[in-house]
């Protein structure tokens, strides 16, 4: 019988057989980093975008704040020309109705009455005057009672004085200044 010796062949298909193993794995390594760069790669990516839409988003957020800051500043400013606007409103309601008060002063004054000082403090009028007497007071009162402008007359002092011979009465009244709206009547409550 003839021997054949196997061994060389067994040994070139072993050597094959670990080629082919290294191959096989060098293969799948490469594979692997391939697959492993590009998910890398895809992902640095993914970061990157989101990081600019992140700066993106945070210039909008910085521009509408200063957007914010500045309808803060002309809200502030609009109250304040509001406020300006309504003082002079105001005023300017308020203009007659000096010249009203000393209307109905001279209207209301009966003879024999002289008015030496007259101030206001708000809607209060405090007038000090001389009188012939008690009775002219009562009836300069009585006339600001019926005034449409003046109300609630209060004899704060009276002094009866005695000068060159003939009687006087110092008095000082408090009186209440009536606005234009309520002293005006209203032309809808008519109808």
């Given at each position: 019988m003839t021997r054949i010796n196997l061994l060389p062949w067994r040994e070139q298909q072993?050597?094959?057989?670990?080629r082919q193993?290294?191959?096989?794995?060098?293969?799948?390594?490469?594979?692997?980093?391939?697959?492993?760069?590009?998910?890398?790669?895809?992902?640095s990516g993914l970061i990157d975008q989101q990081k600019g839409r992140n700066d993106f988003m945070t210039q909008e957020?910085?521009?509408?704040?200063?957007?914010?800051?500045?309808?803060?500043?002309?809200?502030a400013e609009k109250s304040q020309l509001l406020a300006r606007m309504k003082v002079i409103e105001q005023l300017q309601s308020q203009?007659?109705?000096?010249?009203h008060l000393f209307d109905e002063l001279v209207k209301s004054i009966p003879e024999g009455v002289y008015l030496t000082s007259v101030k206001q403090?708000?809607?209060?009028?405090?007038?000090?005057?001389?009188?012939?007497?008690?009775?002219?007071v009562s009836a300069f009162m009585r006339?600001?009672?019926?005034?449409?402008?003046?109300?609630?007359?209060?004899l704060n002092v009276i002094e009866s004085?005695?000068?060159?011979?003939?009687?006087?009465?110092?008095?000082?009244?408090?009186?209440?200044?009536?606005?234009?709206?309520?002293a005006a009547p209203n032309p809808d409550a008519t109808s």
């Amino acid at each position: 019988m003839t021997r054949i010796n196997l061994l060389p062949w067994r040994e070139q298909q072993r050597k094959e057989r670990e080629r082919q193993f290294y191959t096989v794995a060098g293969g799948a390594v490469v594979m692997m980093l391939l697959v492993v760069g590009y998910i890398h790669i895809h992902v640095s990516g993914l970061i990157d975008q989101q990081k600019g839409r992140n700066d993106f988003m945070t210039q909008e957020i910085a521009a509408v704040d200063a957007q914010i800051a500045e309808i803060k500043e002309l809200e502030a400013e609009k109250s304040q020309l509001l406020a300006r606007m309504k003082v002079i409103e105001q005023l300017q309601s308020q203009r007659p109705q000096m010249v009203h008060l000393f209307d109905e002063l001279v209207k209301s004054i009966p003879e024999g009455v002289y008015l030496t000082s007259v101030k206001q403090n708000g809607s209060s009028v405090i007038v000090e005057g001389v009188a012939q007497s008690n009775a002219r007071v009562s009836a300069f009162m009585r006339n600001i009672d019926q005034s449409a402008w003046m109300s609630s007359p209060k004899l704060n002092v009276i002094e009866s004085t005695t000068k060159d011979g003939q009687r006087a009465s110092k008095f000082v009244l408090d009186i209440k200044q009536i606005t234009e709206s309520a002293a005006a009547p209203n032309p809808d409550a008519t109808s």
